[in-house]
């Protein structure tokens, strides 16, 4: 499959609502495996803050949705843990307290 044919193939599977087929394309899957050994099977979010956490998840940098060209390219991948992932895709914003409780 050339570059042309995945990001034709990807926003297929987004206007269908079904990208869950290309995660589960053995293409996918072995490079996602690749990805987790050349990385140890470490979090590099935690391994950046001085951790060590099992890696489960391959992460984009560069959203499939909005960059398929990039799917299938390992400088656009990182494993992460679960915990890392969620955080990464969910940003928690902790907000000031407006005004101050007095007691």
């Known amino acids: 499959m050339d570059i042309k044919e995945l990001v034709q193939w990807i926003r297929t599977l987004y206007l269908h609502n079904n990208i869950k087929a290309?995660?589960?394309?053995?293409?996918w899957r072995r490079l996602r495996a690749e990805v987790l050994h050349d990385q140890h099977n470490e979090c590099q979010i935690?391994?950046?803050?001085?951790l060590v956490e099992s890696a489960t998840m391959v992460h984009h940098i560069k959203y499939v949705k909005h960059h398929p060209e990039l799917a299938l390219t390992k400088d656009n991948l990182m494993a992460l843990c679960s915990e890392c992932h969620w955080l990464?895709?969910?940003?928690?914003v902790i907000k000031k307290q407006l005004n101050e409780e007095k007691w």
Request: net charge positive.
């Open 22 to 27: 290309f995660y589960m394309n053995i293409i």
């Open 88 to 92: 990464v895709h969910h940003h928690i």
């Open 46 to 50: 935690c391994k950046g803050n001085g």
